[in-house]
């Protein structure tokens, strides 16, 4: 004798009139392969005396929904973030300039210096330089080098810019106040000879008015008085040091903000916004040519 099949009424789909008969064993068997049965509101899985009922719903078609509805978003994500990208570099800051380009009767030329995520400027040395960057050498650094062609100078977070070094020092927590907030720092160092023709190397020419407030500018980012900063007693080597600086660094706020913020003062048109040095590049090309 047959055991009686033990059965429950389900409803396939959303249609209220699309009811079958369906062998609870084929539902555990359905349940099985990826098909869940829904609870009804005010009822549970299993009531005691009886079965209920039940939606017969897909749950891989629902995961697919979900999947569908997280690749939009994310999709949305980077469409607004590139919108974004590309607006830090196209639209122009300032907007509008009067006079002409900063080159045009330029007398001082100095190196931006970048890599993936950094920028540097590198101010090349001459007696005026020499005397309001003196507090080096309360530093430790030789400024009577004979070999000393360029003080390079940069501004980043006081975490990251001090723990890391180089990638093998990357850690956590550095990287984590670099995307949040951090106190800031100038970093200077003294160099040799650069190359103009490196890739990673871009001359800027600009007039004497330009260098006076690019100068200007990156003496008040130091914290304290001008050409008396604050040493952190901490370095790379024996060649650089870093100092207490103005401001916060953040996300939206860093070092090649900075650096862009600098060209400004010197009489360049930058992007309104370059987060990464490729996008102050692409900004300089833009709106700085000569």
């Not at 009489?267 to 900004?283: D, E, F």
Request: with cysteine; aromatic share 10%; charged share 20%.
């Amino acid at each position: 004798m047959s055991k009686p099949c033990l059965c429950i009424p389900l409803r396939i789909g959303t249609n209220p009139k699309s009811v079958a008969t369906v062998p609870i064993s084929a539902v555990r068997l359905m349940r099985a392969a990826g098909y869940y049965g829904c609870r009804e509101e005010g009822k549970a899985w299993y009531q005691a005396g009886g079965p209920s009922r039940y939606s017969l719903v897909a749950n891989r078609g629902a995961c697919d929904d979900v999947g569908v509805k997280i690749l939009k978003a994310t999709i949305g994500a980077i469409v607004l973030i590139a919108i974004l990208v590309v607006a830090g570099i196209v639209v122009p800051r300032p907007l509008w300039r009067s006079g002409d380009a900063p080159g045009a009767a330029g007398s001082y030329r100095f190196l931006v210096l970048s890599n993936p995520i950094h920028t540097d400027l590198a101010l090349p040395v001459d007696a005026d330089t020499l005397s309001r960057f003196a507090f080096l050498r309360d530093a430790g650094l030789d400024l009577n080098n004979p070999g000393v062609r360029y003080i390079i100078v940069g501004w980043g977070g006081r975490a990251f810019y001090t723990e890391t070094p180089t990638w093998a020092d990357l850690k956590p927590m550095p990287v984590l106040k670099s995307f949040t907030l951090d106190s800031s720092v100038m970093h200077v160092a003294l160099a040799g000879d650069i190359s103009i023709d490196h890739p990673t190397v871009q001359p800027i020419t600009v007039d004497k008015e330009g260098r006076q407030r690019l100068l200007r500018f990156v003496e008040q980012s130091f914290a304290g008085e001008v050409g008396r900063p604050v040493a952190l007693g901490v370095s790379y080597g024996t060649d650089d040091a870093f100092f207490e600086a103005r401001g916060y660094f953040n996300a939206l706020v860093g070092c090649n903000t900075w650096t862009a913020a600098a060209l400004r003062q010197a009489g360049l048109t930058t992007g309104w916004w370059t987060g990464l040095p490729p996008m102050l590049t692409l900004s300089l090309w833009l709106h700085s040519r000569d």
